[in-house]
């Protein structure tokens, strides 16, 4: 099993639609968790930490569900400016663990 | 402003060449991390460096070498010992290891023909 899995997509949704992604980790005792944005062929850029309580951040909502060990990411209202691959990571004390990117793209 | 810089954007470099990548960071960070990333794949770490004079090879080390003479340079070294160099190559740093967020240079894009 990868340490970190995500479904790559894409995920082709309407202007306006409301999306999910999720992201399974394999260890249980990782630590801490974010969703990076990565837009086509440049560097990725820090979206939002994931927290146990849930971390809102305007259209954007990350969850995490340790129970089930995976993090989720939902969208509202999409934009078409919301198109990119969005990256989960995992830290577990001192590694990093990128996941491969889950694809959005959002149609007029 | 600060931030990371890496030169060039793109590299274009013949079969048997080394060729070295640069990452600048003025952000002041202690800790400098190498990525390769292929399409299709996520981030996989080259090398990283806790503090100057220091560094510990990631998953794929092999075929390539680094060093951290200045808390704000650290480059990267592909060597022709790397079989498959054709990749986009990321350089990162947080203001420690282990601390939460990553910054990113913009990337190189190196092509080996």
């Known amino acids: 099993r990868k340490e970190v899995e995500q479904d790559p997509g894409p995920f082709n949704v309407p202007e306006g639609a409301t999306v999910a992604f999720n992201c399974t980790y394999s260890n249980s005792a990782s630590q801490s968790f974010f969703w990076y944005r990565q837009d086509c062929r440049k560097e990725p850029k820090l979206l939002m930490s994931v927290y146990s309580s849930g971390n809102e951040d305007g259209r954007f909502t990350a969850q995490l569900n340790r129970a089930s060990q995976y993090i989720s990411l939902l969208i509202r209202d999409s934009k078409l400016s919301d198109s990119a691959t969005y990256l989960c990571?995992?830290?577990?004390?001192?590694?990093?663990?990128f996941g491969t990117g889950t694809k959005l793209q959002v149609i007029p | 402003d600060g931030g990371i810089t890496q030169s060039p954007k793109y590299l274009f470099r013949k079969e048997g060449q080394n060729v070295t990548l640069s990452c600048e960071q003025n952000l002041n960070h202690d800790a400098m991390y190498w990525y390769r990333q292929d399409p299709g794949q996520g981030l996989r770490l080259i090398y990283y460096s806790q503090i100057v004079n220091d560094f510990q090879k990631g998953d794929i080390a092999e075929g390539y070498s680094v060093s951290r003479e200045k808390k704000e340079s650290f480059p990267l070294t592909v060597t022709s010992a790397q079989k498959n160099p054709t990749a986009f190559y990321l350089c990162?740093?947080?203001?420690?290891?282990?601390?939460?967020?990553?910054?990113f240079g913009p990337g190189t894009r190196l092509t080996v023909l």
């Open positions: 990571v995992v830290n577990l004390y001192q590694k990093v663990t």
């Open positions: 990162a740093s947080t203001s420690d290891r282990g601390a939460d967020t990553q910054y």
